[in-house]
Every structure is written in C-alpha cells, then in structure tokens.
C-alpha cells in the first residue's frame, strides 16, 4: 500500500470527486483531505492510499493534469521522520 501526495486541487473539489478521479486507476483504500476549518472547502491537498501498481498508474495519468483549472502535483508521499531527520 503506497501513500499518495495530491497538491493543487481546487477549492471546490470534494472528497466523493477526488476518490472517483482515483477510482478511474484503482480501488482507493483510503483518503484524508484538508478541508478549511470554517467554510468546509478544500485547502489544497489530500493524501491518498491505493495499491503500488495502481497509485503509479495514478500518478502517471495524473500528475501536471488539470483539474478546475488547477494544475495537480501528484507524488508518492514522503515518509515523515522525527526530529533530527531520524526514525
């Protein structure tokens, strides 16, 4: 299971319409989306979980895609380390 980074989304995105956009390339596992805490819109990005083979064929056929008139940066997301860039 791979972790998808997914920036550049637009303001109105949803989460619905963000899984179907994946859906087109694999089953997605899981999705967590930032939403502004107020107005319940989209703050930009979302991290998404889907199968290896399946989360590259996402990011092939989506990355520098446009998507309401936003230009997606999808990349497999960076493993967060502790401090002093230690696990």
Known sequence: MLTLSVRG???????SALSELFGKHGKV???RMAKDLFAGTCK???ELKMEGHEARAA??????????????RVELASERRGPGGRR
């Open 9 to 15: 989304l637009p303001r109105e995105m949803t989460e």
């Open 59 to 72: 990011i092939t056929a989506l990355n520098g895609s446009s998507q309401g008139g936003s230009t997606l």
């Open 29 to 31: 596992h899981g999705l």
């Open 44 to 46: 930009g990005f979302a």
